[in-house]
């Protein structure tokens, strides 16, 4: 499995951001994954469907999001910062 886009994102408190990951060869094939935060407390990550999940922005800090399957993985550092007034 591979993420789509940065290796990196910033996102405020009670933001989400959505990530996504490449298509796999043969066309259509999808395999189980699963999406893990390093720091639950900090940004927390929910699937919302067999290439995408959810990330949430809970408290300022750092979380790197983690993605496997089928032997593979990929993940993304996420920084939460203070929500803007």
């Known amino acids: 499995v591979q993420l789509l886009g940065e290796s990196s ?3 405020a408190v009670g933001e989400t951001f959505q990530a996504s990951l490449l298509p796999m060869l043969p066309p259509g094939y999808v395999p189980p994954v699963d999406w893990v935060s390093s720091n639950p407390v ?3 990550v929910a699937s919302t469907g067999a290439l995408t999940a959810e990330v949430t922005g809970l408290q300022p800090g750092e979380a790197v999001i983690r993605v496997s399957g089928k032997g593979a993985r990929d993940s993304l550092h996420v920084t939460v910062t203070t929500s803007q007034p």
């Open 42 to 44: 900090i940004a927390s």
């Open 9 to 11: 994102t910033t996102i």
